[in-house]
């Protein structure tokens, strides 16, 4: 059965701060998703990492993708209020994206003035 | 373009009813995937359809089922509700050989 683990599940950072958020998973896969989820909202996609490797960026966020080590990173630069958010990232077992995805417990971010 | 869609937003039942839910996929998107996501918890993964069936099952009760629509639409049927099925359902949809998988605004159903 795939695991996703997540951590840390809670987050309280200040404004400029820098944090990573770590997401490890238990079977091998390349592709693997980013979500923020805003509170009573659904799931905003965010990153999509489809090899060994990837690295994609978009604003304060970057995510990366370390298919061997079974790990991907969610980097916070200088982090804003309005990061504050929950985040996901989720594995689609199979690699070929074509399954159900497994998501982790979410990361709480509070990113305080 | 629209992305995808669900109807209703917000749902009340009774334990024991029955209820159905709705998605529509985003346009060009074959296949439509369910997921419950209880309160404070990640989603979990309910059932995927294609081609108007159920291609793949996360460990959920024979409760649950679903159809899928030659429009690809879809529903999910909840049979003999229980308190615990209280959650948000998310639809997401994308395509047969992967890719993004774009999320609905989901529906809330309080089981009471």
């Known amino acids: 059965e795939l695991k996703v683990e997540q951590n840390p599940l809670f987050l309280s950072m200040q404004e400029g701060k820098n944090y990573t958020i770590y997401c490890n998973y238990s079977?091998?896969?390349?592709?693997l998703y980013w979500y923020r989820q805003d509170p009573g909202k659904s799931l905003e996609s965010l990153f999509v990492?489809?090899?060994?490797?990837a690295v994609k960026q978009e604003g304060r966020l970057m995510a990366s993708l370390d298919t061997k080590a079974r790990l991907s990173t969610l980097h916070i630069t200088a982090a804003v209020h309005d990061l504050s958010a929950t985040y996901f990232c989720a594995v689609d077992p199979a690699g070929g994206g074509a399954d159900g995805l497994t998501f982790g417990k979410g990361t709480h971010l509070i990113i305080q003035p | 373009d629209a992305g995808v869609t669900q109807s209703p937003t917000h749902l009340i039942k009774t334990r024991g009813q029955q209820v159905t839910l709705r998605c529509s996929p985003k346009?060009?998107?074959?296949?439509v995937s369910w997921y419950q996501q209880a309160l404070g918890q990640g989603p979990q993964f309910i059932f995927q359809y294609y081609e108007e069936e159920e291609r793949q099952r996360g460990n959920f009760p024979d409760r649950f089922s679903g159809h899928q629509f030659p429009n690809y639409s879809s529903e999910l049927n909840v049979n003999a509700l229980l308190l615990g099925d209280s959650a948000l359902y998310l639809c997401a949809s994308s395509l047969a050989s992967g890719g993004h998988k774009g999320f609905g605004n989901g529906t809330r159903l309080t089981v009471t």
């Open positions: 079977t091998t896969s390349d592709r």
């Open positions: 990492l489809l090899s060994n490797g």
């Open positions: 346009s060009g998107h074959d296949t």
